[in-house]
């Protein structure tokens, strides 16, 4: 599967962005689906994770509340609506589809840029 992600930008403290993934191939809906940033300096860390159907999804305990990942298999699509966005939130964010339950030899996006401004 190839990913797309785009809805990057800047934004002050307290407001809010929706990032999108968009997924080429037929076999979209039989993915697990992850949002991960990376911070300048900093490993990618995990963000939140959905399952294929949309019923189970994780976030990481500095997001939980204010970020809500959801997914769309009918657009092929996987979106982070990111509410309450705080300057700590900066990062490059990346969609990605593990395989065999491994990010690391999965399909990756390009990723965006979120820049929030204190």
């Known amino acids: 599967v190839q990913l797309q992600a785009s809805g990057g930008g800047s934004v002050q403290a307290g407001g809010s962005l929706r990032l999108s993934c968009a997924a080429s191939?037929?076999?979209?809906?039989?993915?697990?689906m992850g949002w991960f940033r990376q911070a300048p300096g900093k490993e990618r860390e995990l963000v939140a994770r959905i399952s294929w159907n949309g019923y189970n999804t994780y976030y990481a305990a500095s997001v939980k509340g204010r970020f809500t990942i959801s997914r769309d298999n009918a657009k092929n699509s996987v979106y982070l609506q990111m509410n309450s966005l705080k300057p700590e939130d900066t990062a490059v964010y990346y969609c990605?589809?593990?395989?065999?339950?491994?990010?690391?030899?999965?399909?990756w996006g390009q990723g965006t840029l979120v820049t929030v401004s204190s």
């Open positions: 990605a589809a593990p395989r065999n339950g491994d990010y690391s030899k999965g399909s």
């Open positions: 191939g037929q076999t979209f809906s039989f993915y697990v």
